[in-house]
Each structure stands twice: as structure tokens, then as C-alpha cells.
């Protein structure tokens, strides 16, 4: 790809003029550049700005911790952000070429840039340091395919093979536990147009067939901004599922959507993938939200058994005024186990040594413990790692109520459904 090899030759020509003036400033006695830039990609407008303007803050606030505490070796940090826009291949290429042409960055992280992480090969080709926090599938092909060529880059989040499967055999359980009723096993699933939504309800399609069950309804709405549901609300009530999902992730699309449906509600249990993580969603649809259901996976894990997800959250809050979702954590996390890679490789200019560090990583997080996949460098999953954690919204709170020895609250039946 032209614009990768174009990045990478200028990112090793500035590392060369970085080197020469650093031992240019020692023969002369003086000191060497002391701050260390961490590139931000975020979609800081666009239709899923709140998500970009929660990772900002997110790493802001790390930055101004470490920097308050000393810093590393007396250097400070500072974040340079590029606007990925509305995450188009144009708009997420013009931000990587930015932050990978500034001498000073040292590591780039992110929630999410790109819908495909094309960018990680723009990455490797800098040999630059990438922390990430979404999109797993599209990390995983890319990675597993020559793990070696990206020791560059890292996710927080592990394998979405969880959200694939894992949906099903909750409603299942719920009904095996006598919670709920599934009297025609029939499910309806709505999903847009982009890389995430679509693999994931995809998977879901492909899990509940193959558990007898019948999807009814099964609809895909181009990517962006979509404001009117209500023609396929009619296609659902026509034929009334035991289960409605939507994977549309950005929170005012999967607002509207609630709320409409909420409209002419049917007896289903009513499921939707990540927007009601994002507290813009409670603003959207208020009490409509109660008895949402939610998953997550690399989500803050506020248990007793976690309490570094209570530490940051409540941190996030007093600096902010505003709860942190899922990615005021992850890029808040993201910061801090950069600065543990820097003391174990000792300079933020020695890359390789930086990637090698972060390939080590063994800690908790918010989310769980934190220990990379080498075979496809996503955060290991499972219950003893970083689990996938169902959530019920009540009265604008977010209860875990799965897996069991985290939940801080118990599964209730939906008002609709009463």
C-alpha cells in the first residue's frame, strides 16, 4: 500500500533526525526533548462523537495523573489528537499520516479509528507502538495471518467470538432458570451496515439457527444516521419473536430505535449491542431504557472482585462529571500500560523495545486481567481474563447481572413483558 510505505520511510527519516539531534544535544550539554506525545485517533465529530470525545477525556485524564506524579524519567506526556471523522478511509488515513509524521509521538492508541483497522499495517510499517480497544474480528485477520509483522499493535479487547455466541445461550438460560418464556424460539435481528454490527449479527444469525431457533425478521439499514425504524417495527409486530436484537452501535441510532419501538411494544425480550453502554443513550431514551439488556466485552468490570474499575470510574467522575462508559476506561487503561511498557524498555524512542514490553503485559485492568493472545495480540477472554458481562439498565443505573460471581445485581423481568 503506497501510503504505508510513504509513512514508514518519512517515520524512519524523522527517527534518524530525532537521533542525530539527540546526540547533537548531548555533545553540547544540553538537555533532550522532554515531552512525549501520545497520538489520539478519535471520532471527535460525527455521528459517533460521544464515543471520540469519551476516549479523549479518558486519556487526558492518565496523562494528567502521570504527568502530576513525575512523568517517566522527568519527561512529561501530552495528547495529540486526530479527528477520524466520520471514520471513512480518507478521513482516518489524513489522521494516521499526521501522527505518524510528528517526531515526538511515541505511541498512537484508540477506541476505534477505522471500521476495518486497516490502519494497523500503516502501524507496522512506522514500526510505531498501537493500542486499540475495539473492532476484534478485524484485528484478528489481520494479525493472525503473520503475528510477527505486527509487534507493533495490541487490544485491549479480546476476541468477539463471545458476542457471536454467547447472546443465545443467555436468553436460553434465562428461560431455563424460569425468568422468562420463549414460546416460539423466534427471533428478530436488525444490524447496519458496517464491519462490527454486520459480523456480529451475522454470528448471532448463525448461533440461533443452529440452536432451532427461527429468525423472523433480518434486516440490515445502511451505515450512518438512521432516525425512522418504525418499517421494521411493523415487520416485527407482524410476527411477534420471543427476542428482538439490534447491533447497531452508535447510541442515537439505537435510541431512536427503543424508543420507537417502545411505541407499540411486542412480548420480546429486547436486547441491543453496546449503545446502551454509552451514557448518551439513558439521555436519549430515559425510562425507555429501563430493562435494556446489554453485553460488553473489555468493559469496566465494577465488581468487589475488581476494584480498579471502581478506582477509574470514580476517578473519571470527579474529574469529568460524567459517568465514563466503556472507553473513558479502556484509553484511561490504554495510558497506563504504556507507561508500564516505557519502565521495562527504558526510552520512549527505542519502538521495538516499547512493543516487546507491551507484548509482555500481565495486569488488571478495569476490565479484568489484562494478558495479550501472542497468535492474534487481542486481550485473552474467559472469566478468569477479561469476561463477557451482561448489563441491565434500571432508573439509569447498569447492573452486571452475568456472569454470576460478578454480578452486582439479578436479571428482572422487562416492563413490557410484565
Known amino acids: 500500500m503506497m501510503i504505508a510505505t510513504t509513512i514508514g520511510r518519512r517515520a524512519r527519516q524523522l527517527v534518524l533526525g530525532a537521533s542525530i539531534a539527540a546526540l547533537a544535544a548531548v555533545a553540547s550539554g544540553g538537555a533532550l526533548a522532554d515531552t512525549i506525545k501520545i497520538g489520539l485517533l478519535a471520532p471527535l465529530t460525527g455521528p459517533a462523537a ?21 512523568g517517566f524519567n522527568g519527561d512529561t506526556f501530552e495528547l495529540v489528537v486526530g479527528d477520524v471523522k466520520d471514520q471513512s478511509a480518507g478521513a482516518v488515513t489524513s489522521a494516521v499520516e499526521r501522527l505518524l509524521g510528528d517526531q515526538d509521538v511515541h505511541l498512537i492508541t484508540t477506541g476505534y479509528a477505522s471500521l476495518t483497522n486497516f490502519e494497523i499495517d500503516n502501524m507496522a510499517e512506522a514500526e510505531m507502538p498501537y493500542i486499540l480497544s475495539a473492532n476484534s474480528q478485524q484485528t484478528k485477520d489481520i494479525v493472525a495471518a503473520d503475528p510477527s509483522k505486527y509487534g507493533c499493535c495490541w487490544s485491549l479487547t479480546p476476541s468477539y467470538d463471545a458476542y457471536n455466541t454467547d447472546v443465545t445461550t443467555f436468553v436460553e438460560k434465562l428461560a431455563a432458570d424460569g425468568k422468562i418464556q420463549l414460546p416460539t424460539k423466534k427471533v428478530a435481528i436488525v444490524s447496519s451496515d458496517n464491519a462490527y454490527s454486520k459480523t456480529i449479527s451475522e454470528g448471532m444469525k448463525k448461533t440461533f439457527a443452529e440452536k432451532g431457533w427461527t429468525i423472523t425478521v433480518d434486516e440490515l439499514v445502511p ?20 427476542v428482538v436484537i439490534n447491533t447497531d452501535y452508535l447510541p442515537g441510532n439505537s435510541a431512536s430505535f427503543l424508543n420507537q419501538f417502545m411505541e407499540q411494544p411486542t412480548k420480546s425480550l429486547v436486547f441491543l449491542q453496546y449503545a446502551p453502554s454509552v451514557p448518551e443513550f439513558v439521555e436519549l431514551t430515559k425510562k ?8 460488553l466485552l ?50 520512549a524512542t527505542d ?19 489484562l494478558k495479550f493472545d501472542p497468535a492474534t495480540h487481542l486481550a485473552t477472554q474467559g472469566d478468569e481474563f477479561i469476561p463477557i ?23 428482572k423481568i422487562q416492563p413490557w413483558l410484565q
Open 288 to 295: 425507555n431504557s429501563d430493562g435494556v439488556i446489554y453485553n
Open 223 to 242: 451505515f450512518g444516521e438512521v432516525t425512522d425504524w418504525r418499517a421494521i417495527l411493523a415487520k416485527v409486530r407482524e410476527n411477534v419473536p420471543d
Open 351 to 369: 519502538h521495538a523495545a516499547v512493543m516487546k514490553a507491551l507484548a509482555e503485559t500481565d495486569k488488571q485492568i478495569a476490565a479484568g486481567r
Open 298 to 347: 473489555g468493559g469496566p468490570l465494577t465488581t468487589p472482585k475488581n476494584p480498579r474499575a471502581a478506582e477509574v470510574a470514580d476517578k473519571y467522575k470527579a474529574k469529568y462529571g460524567l459517568e465514563s462508559g466503556t472507553y473513558g476506561a479502556a484509553l484511561y487503561e490504554s495510558v497506563y500500560v504504556y507507561l508500564d511498557a516505557l519502565k521495562k524498555a527504558g526510552s
Open 389 to 411: 458481562t451482561f448489563f441491565q439498565i434500571w432508573d439509569g443505573k447498569r447492573d452486571l447481572i452475568s456472569p454470576a460471581q460478578y454480578a452486582t445485581g439479578e436479571f
Open 50 to 70: 460521544a464515543d471520540g470525545q469519551e476516549f479523549q477525556r479518558g486519556a487526558q485524564l492518565a496523562i494528567d495523573e502521570i504527568n502530576a506524579a513525575g
